[in-house]
C-alpha cells in the first residue's frame, strides 16, 4: 500500500485497528487527534508512562494534534483530506457532520477519496444514536449466548471480538473500494457503514444457518463443536488436550492411535451421530483413559497419526515457545531506548521494522508543512 495516504479519526480499538493494519502494510497513515488526544492513551497498564494499549495498536502512524472546534482546526483537517486516499473515523455518528465532513462534503473536498465510519449500529436506522462497546455488541448481536460453559450462563468472548471482526471487515471494504477506484477507474466511490453488530451476525454464520434453517436455538456448549465429537478438551495426567476429529473416517485411526480399539465395537459411539447422542458417556471413557498417560504423551501420538490435536497452552507458553518465532508472531519496536514487543500483522512483510507509536501531535508541523503552511500557520495552529 506504498503510496496510500489514510487519514484516521478513530480512537480507543476498532478503528485504530484497522488503520493499523493498513500501516502495517505501508499505508501512511495520519492520526488527527483533538487536543487530549485519544483516549486509548490512558488505558493502563503502562510501560514507561506509556499505554501498551496504546502502544499496540498506533504503531507505524504520525500523530497530528488538532483542535477541530476551530475553523482554522477544520480548514487544517479539509487540506489534508484533500491529499488523502482514505479516511477512516469511528466517532458518534452525526460528529463527522459537524466538521464538514459529511458524505457530500467529502465528495467536494476530495472526490476520489475513500470514506469508512465504524460505529456499533451504523450511521442510521434506529440503533444508530445509541452508544456501544463490545460487551453490549457480543449480547445484543447473540455472540454471549453461544459462549459459555455447557449449559452456564452467557459469557462474552475472552477478547474484543466485536472490535476486532468490525476492523478487519472494515480493512476488507476499504480495500474493495480502492481497488474499484483504481482498477476499474471509477472515480466516486460509496461511503462504508460498517456496524459492530452486523459484523458480529456475520460471525454467527453457523449458528443462525442453524437456526434459520433447521429451527435449532444454540446455547453455551463449552469448548464442544456441536456437529462433532470428539471436538473438545480433555484431562490428561498433567494438563488438558484439545482433540478434534473432523468426520467419521477419522475414529478409526483415534481409536488404534490410543490404544483403546474396543471403542469400536461399542454401538453407542458407532458412526458420528450416536457419539453425539451418547457424548457424556463417550466424555467420560475417554476422559478415564486419556489420564492415564502425560499430554506429551498423547499430543506426540496422535500426530504421528494425523489427529488434529494440542495441549491448551496459554499467553506465556506461545510468546515464550519457539514456535512464535518460526512463524514471526512478534514484531520488536524500538521506543524511549528500549524494545517492546507486540502481535504482528500476518499478511504484512515479515521483515517489516514497525515504528513506535507517536508521542501526540508529534508530527503535527511537519505534517502541516507538507500541505503548505508556513512556520507562523503551524504555530499558530499548534499554538
Known amino acids: 500500500m506504498k503510496g496510500i495516504r489514510v487519514v484516521d479519526m478513530t480512537s480507543v480499538l476498532s478503528g485504530p485497528f484497522c488503520t493499523w493494519l493498513l500501516a502495517s502494510m505501508g499505508a501512511d497513515v495520519i492520526k488527527v487527534e483533538n ?49 488523502a486516499d482514505v479516511f477512516v473515523e469511528n466517532m458518534r455518528p452525526g460528529v463527522r457532520d459537524r466538521l464538514g465532513c459529511s458524505d457530500t462534503d467529502l465528495k467536494r473536498i476530495n472526490p476520489r477519496l475513500v470514506s469508512a465510519s465504524i460505529s456499533g449500529f451504523g450511521q442510521t436506522g434506529s440503533l444508530s444514536h445509541r452508544p456501544a462497546y463490545d460487551i453490549v455488541v457480543q449480547a445484543m448481536s447473540g455472540m454471549m449466548s453461544i459462549n459459555g460453559e455447557l449449559g452456564g450462563q452467557p459469557t462474552r468472548v475472552g477478547f474484543s471480538v466485536g472490535d476486532i471482526s ?55 456448549i463449552g469448548s464442544r463443536h456441536p456437529s462433532m465429537t470428539p471436538f473438545e478438551p480433555y484431562p490428561t495426567a498433567d494438563r488438558d488436550i484439545v482433540i478434534g476429529l473432523g468426520s467419521d473416517k477419522d475414529w478409526p485411526r483415534f ?119 508556513d512556520a507562523e500557520a503551524i504555530a499558530a495552529l499548534t499554538r
Request: one cysteine or more; glycine letters at 6%; hydrophobic letters at 40%.
Open 35 to 83: 487536543p487530549a488526544g485519544d483516549l486509548a492513551r490512558t488505558t493502563p497498564p503502562f510501560e514507561d508512562d506509556i499505554s501498551l494499549y496504546f502502544a499496540s495498536l498506533n504503531r507505524n502512524k504520525r500523530s497530528v494534534r488538532l483542535d477541530l472546534k476551530t475553523d482554522q482546526g477544520k480548514e487544517a483537517l479539509h487540506k489534508l483530506l484533500a491529499t
Open 255 to 373: 481409536c488404534k492411535a490410543i490404544g483403546y480399539e474396543e471403542l469400536l465395537d461399542d454401538t453407542r459411539f458407532q458412526g458420528n451421530e450416536a457419539r453425539l447422542a451418547n457424548r457424556d458417556a463417550l466424555d467420560d471413557v475417554l476422559s478415564a483413559h486419556l489420564k492415564q498417560r502425560t499430554a506429551a504423551h498423547w499430543t506426540q501420538i496422535l500426530i504421528d497419526n494425523a489427529i488434529p490435536c494440542s495441549m491448551v497452552e496459554n499467553i506465556q507458553t506461545i510468546a515464550e515457545n519457539p514456535i512464535s518465532e518460526e512463524y514471526a508472531a512478534f514484531s520488536t519496536v524500538h521506543t524511549n531506548g528500549r524494545d517492546m514487543r507486540f502481535v504482528r500483522n500476518p499478511i504484512a512483510d515479515p521483515t517489516l521494522q514497525e515504528s513506535p507509536a507517536p508521542e501526540l501531535g508529534q508530527h503535527t508541523g511537519e505534517v502541516l508543512a507538507e500541505l503548505g503552511y
Open 166 to 220: 468490525a476492523a478487519l471487515f472494515t480493512t476488507i471494504g476499504i480495500l474493495q473500494r480502492l481497488y474499484e477506484r483504481d482498477a476499474k477507474g471509477a472515480s466516486d466511490t460509496s461511503h462504508l457503514d460498517v456496524s459492530m453488530l452486523a459484523c458480529q451476525w456475520v460471525c454467527l454464520e453457523n449458528a443462525f444457518a442453524r437456526y434459520l434453517n433447521a429451527g435449532i436455538v444454540p446455547g453455551p
